[in-house]
Nanobody, 124 residues
Framework: QIYPVESGGDSVQAGGSLRLSCIAT????????MAWFRQVPGKEREAVAS????????YYTDSVKGRFTISQDVPKETIYLELAALKTEDTAMYYC?????????????????WGQGTQVTVSS
């Protein structure tokens, strides 16, 4: 079982940037994909991006393409999500998840291990 731990959330102004980190010990041994999701209270959890743990393939939801970048540092067992050109609608709790079958499929049902989340708040 993998236990992702997120960090890096903060309050920023629109147009700003943040880097979220997710430490997930030994994730490359047991996980096909790592992903970031986000959720606003009262709304469904939304996929943001995913990365293949044994390759370079990355996938993004349309609303963040060109602004967010997912990456991994395997020796550090860390997944990153770089957020740029932030908008107020990016405000959410961001979750790191491990699992996946086909990394291009960002359905949350395929992810079995979830972190506690880190809050990103973007103000205008």
């Amino acid at each position: 079982q993998i236990y992702p731990v997120e960090s890096g959330g903060d309050s920023v102004q629109a147009g700003g940037s943040l880097r979220l980190s997710c430490i997930a010990t030994k994730y490359t041994y047991t996980t096909n994909c790592m992903a970031w999701f986000r959720q606003v209270p009262g709304k469904e959890r939304e996929a943001v991006a995913s990365i293949a743990t044994r390759g370079l393939a990355t996938y993004y939801t349309d609303s963040v393409k060109g602004r967010f970048t997912i990456s991994q540092d395997v020796p550090k067992e860390t997944i990153y999500l770089e957020l740029a050109a932030l908008k107020t609608e990016d405000t959410a709790m961001y979750y790191c998840a491990a699992g996946g079958v086909v990394c291009s499929d960002l359905s949350s049902e395929f992810y079995s291990s979830w972190g506690q989340g880190t809050q990103v708040t973007v103000s205008s």
